[in-house]
Nanobody, 115 residues
Framework: VQLVESGGGLVQAGGSLRVSCAAS????????MGWYRQAPGKQRELVAR???????NYADSVKGRFTISRDNAKNTVYLQMNSLKPEDTAVYYC??????????WGQGTQVTVSS
């Protein structure tokens, strides 16, 4: 199983960025896909998740600014991040979840928002 994130980088506050996660080795369409983030000195936290039926949920801190989506034909999940704030700076991790025995993580991609 591989989850490969891409699209992170440096952006100014107020800007936008899209991160992607390409999955292989799993039956992608069955998995709930999620984005988590971890800032220095803080615990990893949920940013957004999208289920196999395309239902979504978001952390309160990103509602209205971030959008998660998935393309089952490409085995890819996306996180569109708008109106970025310095407090969004973190390593963003992709997660694929089908229960405790099938839960996988990507290696992470750094997102840095300058003020």
């Amino acid at each position: 199983v591989q989850l490969v994130e891409s699209g992170g980088g440096l952006v100014q506050a107020g800007g936008s960025l899209r991160v992607s996660c390409a999955a292989s080795g799993i039956i992608f369409r069955f998995f709930t896909m999620g984005w988590y983030r971890q800032a220095p000195g803080k615990q990893r936290e949920l940013v957004a998740r999208i289920g196999s039926t395309y239902s979504t949920n978001y952390a309160d801190s990103v509602k209205g600014r971030f959008t998660i989506s998935r393309d089952n034909a490409k085995n890819t999940v996306y996180l569109q991040m708008n109106s970025l704030k310095p407090e969004d700076t973190a390593v963003y991790y992709c997660n694929a979840d089908l229960g405790p025995r099938e839960n996988y993580w990507g290696q992470g991609t750094q997102v840095t928002v300058s003020s």
